[in-house]
C-alpha cells in the first residue's frame, strides 16, 4: 500500500523504512500536516502522522477527499484528532500505545538531576574556565517528597527511580493501581498532592479533565514546590500562570519536555528566526527554567518500537481491514 508519511525526519525515514522491510511503498514529506498540505495524501490509503500533526475536522475532510482510509499515528497521544469526524468519515485511526515508557521516564529525571544541580549551567561556565559555584547550588533528592500525577507506564518509571534515590512517593490518579502502591506511593487527592510535594511530575494524558491541571487556583495551593516538571503533553499547564508561579516563588523551578503552543516551535531548526511566541520567549528569561523540545521519546529503543507497531498497524489494516491498536472513541 501507499503510505505518505508527514512530518518526517531522517531518523523517521530510516527506522520506518527498516521496519517496512519493503512491503509498502513509503513517500516521506518533511511538511507537517493540516488542512493545506493534506493534499499531499493523494494516491495514498493510508497516512502516517506524528504527534503535532494537525488532524482536525479540516484535515481529516480533505484526507477523506483523497480517499484516505487509515491514520497511523506514529505516537501514543491522540488529543489532536478530531476522533468523532474520523468515526464519521469512516477513517480508522490507529497509534502506538506504548513504546517505551523508561526513554519518557529517563527524560524526566534528566531534566529534575539536570535542572537540580544546574548542570546546563555549569556546563557552559567550567568550558570558560568559570569554576565558581555561586548559584549552582542544589538539593538532595534524598527524603524529598515527589508528587506524581498519571500513574501509569511513565509514572510507575518515574516512581521506581525517585524510590531508589529514596524519596516519599505521593500519587493522584483516578485509577489507582497495585504496582504503584507496591512502589511506596501514598494516592492522596489533588490538593494534598499540590501542599505536600517539593517536586510535581505530571504523567496523565491531555483530556477535557486535565487541560490546564495546573491552573492559577493549583499554584495557589501548593506550599513546598521546589520544582515542577512536565513531560506529558504542554496543555496540562496554563503557562501564563505558571509563569506567574516562577516570578512569586510559588514554583521554586520549572522542567518542560512539552510547551501548549509547541506545534509552532518544536522539532525543527529555528535558530535563525525570531521567535514569536512571547510566552515561549518569557519562559527561556529564567535563570530556574529548563526547556527540552519534545525529546522524551527519542531513544533508539523508542523509535525501533514506534517503526515496528506503525508497520504493524499499517499491514494489519491492508491485510485484516483493520489495524492492531485503533482507537475507540471514550
Ligand atoms: P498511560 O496511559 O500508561 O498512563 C496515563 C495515566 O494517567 C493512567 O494511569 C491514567 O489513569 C492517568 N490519568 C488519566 N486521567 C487522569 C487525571 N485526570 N488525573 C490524573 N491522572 C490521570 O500513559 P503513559 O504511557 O504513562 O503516558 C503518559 C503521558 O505521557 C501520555 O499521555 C503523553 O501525554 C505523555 N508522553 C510524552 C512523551 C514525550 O516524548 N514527552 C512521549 C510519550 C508520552
Do not use: W
Given at each position: 500500500?501507499?503510505?505518505?508519511?508527514?512530518?518526517?525526519?531522517?531518523?523517521?525515514?530510516?527506522?520506518?523504512?527498516?521496519?517496512?522491510?519493503?512491503?509498502?511503498?513509503?513517500?516521506?514529506?518533511?511538511?507537517?500536516?493540516?488542512?493545506?498540505?493534506?493534499?499531499?495524501?493523494?494516491?495514498?490509503?493510508?497516512?502516517?502522522?506524528?504527534?503535532?500533526?494537525?488532524?482536525?475536522?479540516?484535515?481529516?475532510?480533505?484526507?477523506?477527499?483523497?480517499?484516505?482510509?487509515?491514520?497511523?499515528?506514529?505516537?501514543?497521544?491522540?488529543?489532536?484528532?478530531?476522533?468523532?469526524?474520523?468515526?464519521?468519515?469512516?477513517?480508522?485511526?490507529?497509534?502506538?500505545?506504548?513504546?517505551?515508557?523508561?526513554?519518557?521516564?529517563?527524560?524526566?529525571?534528566?531534566?529534575?538531576?539536570?535542572?537540580n544541580r544546574k548542570i546546563h549551567r555549569a556546563y557552559n561556565r567550567v568550558r570558560e574556565g568559570n569554576f565558581a559555584l555561586n548559584g549552582l547550588l542544589g538539593f538532595d533528592l534524598h527524603g524529598k517528597t515527589i508528587g506524581v500525577v498519571g500513574t501509569g507506564g511513565i509514572g510507575r518509571n518515574v516512581m521506581r527511580a525517585f524510590s531508589g534515590f529514596g524519596c516519599n512517593l505521593l500519587a493522584f490518579d483516578p485509577y489507582p493501581n497495585d504496582e504503584a502502591v507496591a512502589l511506596g506511593a501514598r494516592y492522596v487527592d489533588k490538593d494534598e498532592l499540590l501542599a505536600r510535594s517539593e517536586i510535581i511530575t505530571l504523567h496523565c494524558p491531555l483530556t477535557p479533565e486535565t487541560r490546564h491541571f495546573i491552573d492559577e487556583a493549583a499554584i495557589a495551593k501548593m506550599e513546598r514546590c521546589k520544582m515542577l516538571v512536565n513531560t506529558s503533553r504542554g496543555g496540562v499547564i496554563d503557562t501564563l500562570a505558571v509563569i506567574e508561579g516562577l516570578k512569586s516563588g510559588q514554583i521554586g523551578a520549572l522542567a518542560l519536555d512539552v510547551y501548549e503552543e509547541e506545534e509552532d516551535l518544536f522539532f525543527r531548526d529555528l535558530s535563525s528566526t525570531v521567535i514569536r511566541d512571547d510566552i515561549f520567549a518569557r519562559l527561556l528569561t529564567f535563570p530556574n527554567v529548563l526547556i527540552t523540545g519534545h525529546q522524551g521519546f527519542f531513544t533508539q529503543e523508542a523509535l525501533f518500537n514506534i517503526a515496528r507497531t506503525t508497520m504493524g498497524n499499517i499491514s494489519a489494516f491492508e491485510d485484516d481491514g483493520k489495524s492492531l491498536h485503533p482507537i475507540t472513541r471514550r
Amino acid at each position: 500500500m501507499r503510505v505518505t508519511v508527514f512530518s518526517a525526519k531522517p531518523y523517521d525515514e530510516d527506522f520506518l523504512t527498516s521496519a517496512n522491510e519493503g512491503r509498502h511503498d513509503l513517500v516521506f514529506t518533511e511538511a507537517a500536516l493540516h488542512a493545506p498540505t493534506a493534499k499531499l495524501a493523494s494516491g495514498s490509503k493510508v497516512i502516517c502522522a506524528f504527534v503535532n500533526d494537525d488532524l482536525g475536522a479540516s484535515t481529516l475532510s480533505v484526507l477523506h477527499e483523497e480517499g484516505v482510509k487509515l491514520v497511523a499515528l506514529r505516537c501514543a497521544g491522540f488529543n489532536r484528532v478530531d476522533l468523532t469526524m474520523a468515526d464519521r468519515l469512516g477513517i480508522e485511526v490507529a497509534r502506538v500505545p506504548s513504546y517505551s515508557p523508561y526513554a519518557i521516564a529517563e527524560h524526566t529525571l534528566a531534566l529534575v538531576m539536570t535542572l537540580n544541580r544546574k548542570i546546563h549551567r555549569a556546563y557552559n561556565r567550567v568550558r570558560e574556565g568559570n569554576f565558581a559555584l555561586n548559584g549552582l547550588l542544589g538539593f538532595d533528592l534524598h527524603g524529598k517528597t515527589i508528587g506524581v500525577v498519571g500513574t501509569g507506564g511513565i509514572g510507575r518509571n518515574v516512581m521506581r527511580a525517585f524510590s531508589g534515590f529514596g524519596c516519599n512517593l505521593l500519587a493522584f490518579d483516578p485509577y489507582p493501581n497495585d504496582e504503584a502502591v507496591a512502589l511506596g506511593a501514598r494516592y492522596v487527592d489533588k490538593d494534598e498532592l499540590l501542599a505536600r510535594s517539593e517536586i510535581i511530575t505530571l504523567h496523565c494524558p491531555l483530556t477535557p479533565e486535565t487541560r490546564h491541571f495546573i491552573d492559577e487556583a493549583a499554584i495557589a495551593k501548593m506550599e513546598r514546590c521546589k520544582m515542577l516538571v512536565n513531560t506529558s503533553r504542554g496543555g496540562v499547564i496554563d503557562t501564563l500562570a505558571v509563569i506567574e508561579g516562577l516570578k512569586s516563588g510559588q514554583i521554586g523551578a520549572l522542567a518542560l519536555d512539552v510547551y501548549e503552543e509547541e506545534e509552532d516551535l518544536f522539532f525543527r531548526d529555528l535558530s535563525s528566526t525570531v521567535i514569536r511566541d512571547d510566552i515561549f520567549a518569557r519562559l527561556l528569561t529564567f535563570p530556574n527554567v529548563l526547556i527540552t523540545g519534545h525529546q522524551g521519546f527519542f531513544t533508539q529503543e523508542a523509535l525501533f518500537n514506534i517503526a515496528r507497531t506503525t508497520m504493524g498497524n499499517i499491514s494489519a489494516f491492508e491485510d485484516d481491514g483493520k489495524s492492531l491498536h485503533p482507537i475507540t472513541r471514550r
